[in-house]
Each structure stands twice: as structure tokens, then as C-alpha cells.
């Protein structure tokens, strides 16, 4: 079945990059996207990719992904403390109604 | 402004005491869907619509029902709430199946005592 995981913590030096990293288990994704929850607001999509792409980068904002590992991560660059919230990976997988599923959501905390 | 609007962003009611959350869009988008978080396990969805009058299940809708009878709303309906429904509710809408963006409203905190 489809299933997104993330590890839940991760703690930066403020000016460090952080890399957050997120695993899917189908191979039929279409588009993988990476979206930010702040404390107490909703979902602001950061950034996404499409499956037959590896890289893409957005200003401070780098998503590499391995289609044959499964694996996509984010890497935000020179993190500072308006980066600290939780980042979800989600992937819209094929088939069907074209399915969204979330990973369970990293919290970065960024400490001077 | 494009946005997904929800109501109420906070409620706190009683177990057994039917509740309605609205969700409505102004962009005119075809497909539209209820989402559940909860910590250490994302967002759930609960249910979608692909149209006015079509609806279907998610992956976690037991004690949930919705209804489509116009394009732009897509109210959630709890019915008898129990405390295991406590969490945070997402409405999201796209233009259509297919398409890659997903816009989501600001959330309702709810909780059941």
C-alpha cells in the first residue's frame, strides 16, 4: 500500500542548512510536494516536483529526489528561526482519484 | 482572494452533540476534501468530492459524513462526536482530479469532552 514516512525532529544551528528527508513506499507518484505549518496556521505549500524530475531549487529551497531509493528530502539553506515549524512530505500517488498521502510530519527547530 | 474559507477555526462541544464545520471555496474548483491531523501521523483524509453530488470515502471516515450540493461548499458533519474525533480538520480544494496544487483553508481546532 502507499505510505509516506519522515522522521519527526530535527535541530539546526540558526545559518546551518537543514536537510529533512522523507521515504514513500509506491512507486506510482505523480507529484511529490513539501508543505510548512507554523504554530497555529495551516498549510503553506513550499515547494513541489514532479516523479520524472531529480532536482529543483528555490531560493533557499533544494528538493533532490531518488525515484529509484524512493527517497525525497528538502534542503533549506542558511536555516534561520522563521524556519522553525513542521514540514510534511506528501505524495500524490496515481490510480484511482490521484490519492494525497502526508507523512506524519518533521518539527525543525532552529537554535542560535 | 482565492482562499478556502472554515468555520468555525475553534470548537469545543459535547460528546453526542451534532456539529456541522463548513468549508467553502471561491475558485470555482471541481475537487474538494476533509482532512484529519494528528500528531505523529499527518493528515488523514477523511473524505472528497469530485463534483456536485459525488462523493466517497478516504482512508479514516468512519463517524464523518459530508455533502456536495453546491460546487463551492463542502461541509463536514459529525453526527454524534466522541472524544477520538478531538484533532484538527483541514478542508482543501483543486481545480480537478488531476491537477497538482492543493490550496487549504486555515483549519478548525475541535475538541470533544
Known amino acids: 500500500g502507499e505510505d509516506v514516512e519522515q522522521s519527526l525532529f530535527l535541530s539546526v544551528r540558526e545559518g546551518d542548512s537543514s536537510v529533512i528527508n522523507c521515504t514513500y513506499t509506491d512507486s506510482s507518484s505523480t507529484y511529490l510536494y513539501w508543505y510548512k505549518q507554523e504554530p497555529g496556521a495551516g498549510l503553506q505549500l513550499l515547494t513541489y516536483i514532479f516523479s520524472n524530475m531529480d532536482m529543483k531549487q528555490d531560493q533557499r529551497l533544494t528538493v533532490l529526489l531518488n525515484k529509484k531509493d524512493k527517497h525525497l528530502s528538502l534542503r533549506i539553506a542558511d536555516t534561520q528561526t522563521g524556519d522553525s515549524a513542521i514540514y510534511f512530505c506528501?505524495?500524490?500517488?496515481?490510480?484511482?482519484?490521484?490519492?494525497?498521502?502526508f507523512g506524519a510530519g518533521t518539527r525543525l527547530a532552529v537554535h542560535p | 482572494e482565492a482562499q478556502v474559507t472554515q468555520n468555525p477555526r475553534y470548537l469545543i462541544t459535547v460528546t453526542g452533540k451534532k456539529l456541522t464545520v463548513t468549508c467553502s471555496q471561491n475558485?470555482?474548483?471541481?475537487?474538494m476534501s476533509w482532512y484529519r491531523q494528528d500528531p505523529g501521523l499527518g493528515l488523514r483524509q477523511i473524505y472528497y468530492s469530485m463534483n456536485v453530488e459525488v462523493t466517497d470515502k478516504g482512508d479514516v471516515p468512519e463517524g464523518y459524513k459530508v455533502s456536495r450540493k453546491e460546487k463551492r461548499n463542502f461541509p463536514l458533519i459529525l453526527e454524534s462526536p466522541s472524544p477520538n474525533q478531538t484533532s484538527l480538520y483541514f478542508c482543501?480544494?483543486?481545480?480537478?482530479?488531476?491537477?497538482?496544487?492543493?490550496?487549504f483553508g486555515p483549519g478548525t481546532r475541535l475538541t470533544v469532552t
Open positions: 482543501a480544494s483543486k481545480p480537478g482530479q488531476d491537477t497538482y496544487e492543493q490550496y
Open positions: 475558485m470555482n474548483h471541481e475537487y
Open positions: 506528501a505524495v500524490m500517488f496515481s490510480g484511482g482519484y490521484n490519492k494525497l498521502i
